[in-house]
């Protein structure tokens, strides 16, 4: 099934420890994105790639990096810079035309120990 | 990208059409509306967008105004498993979506 996979679905992470979010998708769709979801809040965009080796920052891009060295994987590298990074992270990605929609993943819920 | 405005919550009849209303009255030409609905713990799922015209598919139908500055989402026929958060979007597709706090819908059996 052609889909956008995101891993794990759960991660705890020490005080000043860096963590990979894992997005991985089979749709062979240009564009990526990274959001990040507080309780009760809609989500807000980390970091968007459009093409391979490209990425640029969002609303709320400081504490995060990113890569796109293949077009169906975008890791999110949380940094122990992030002040706040408990939330749940979720990925989208699209096909580059101007109306297509974002199709998202499940999520990754990280949590600090 | 323009802003959109939606009530924080609704309830609907089990088997009634739930009729979800958005404001966007800053919309611009070339942004389309998109609806997502957000189940707990998991990612948006997308529903439907469109420009102008009214769109239907199989699982929702599109009402947009003809001046386009508001939109409503209608669900034909609600089931339990339609209970979610329902979000509203114009973008431009280019790249960003706004996010509100979105409605969150309750369907009642």
């Known amino acids: 099934d052609g889909g956008i996979t995101q891993s794990p679905k759960y991660l705890f992470r020490k005080e000043g420890q860096n963590v990979t979010l894992s997005c991985e998708q089979n749709l062979n769709h240009d564009a990526m994105y990274w959001y990040r979801q507080d309780p009760g809040q809609g989500l807000r965009l980390i970091y968007y790639?459009?093409?391979?080796?490209?990425?640029q920052k969002g609303d709320i891009a400081e504490g995060y990096s990113v890569s796109r060295e293949k077009k169906e994987s975008f890791p999110l590298t949380v940094t122990s810079a992030q002040k706040n990074p408990t939330a749940f992270y979720l990925c989208a990605s699209r096909w580059q035309g101007t109306n297509q929609p974002q199709h998202f993943g499940d999520g990754t819920r990280l949590s600090i120990l | 990208d323009a802003k959109t405005t939606q009530p924080p919550s609704m309830d609907c009849a089990e088997g009634r059409a739930a009729n979800l209303p958005c404001n966007h009255s800053t919309i611009s030409g070339n942004e389309y509306v998109y609806w997502y609905r957000q189940i707990h713990s998991q990612g948006p799922q997308y529903i439907i967008h469109?420009?102008?015209n009214n769109e239907t598919n199989e699982m929702a139908s599109l009402i947009i105004t003809e001046d386009r500055k508001s939109s409503t989402l209608i669900l034909p026929h609600a089931t339990l498993r339609d209970t979610a958060v329902y979000y509203c979007?114009?973008?431009?597709?280019?790249?960003?979506?706004?996010f509100g706090t979105g409605t969150r819908l309750k369907v009642l059996a």
């Open positions: 979007i114009v973008s431009s597709g280019t790249y960003k979506y706004i």
């Open positions: 790639s459009q093409i391979v080796n490209d990425f």
């Open positions: 469109g420009l102008k």
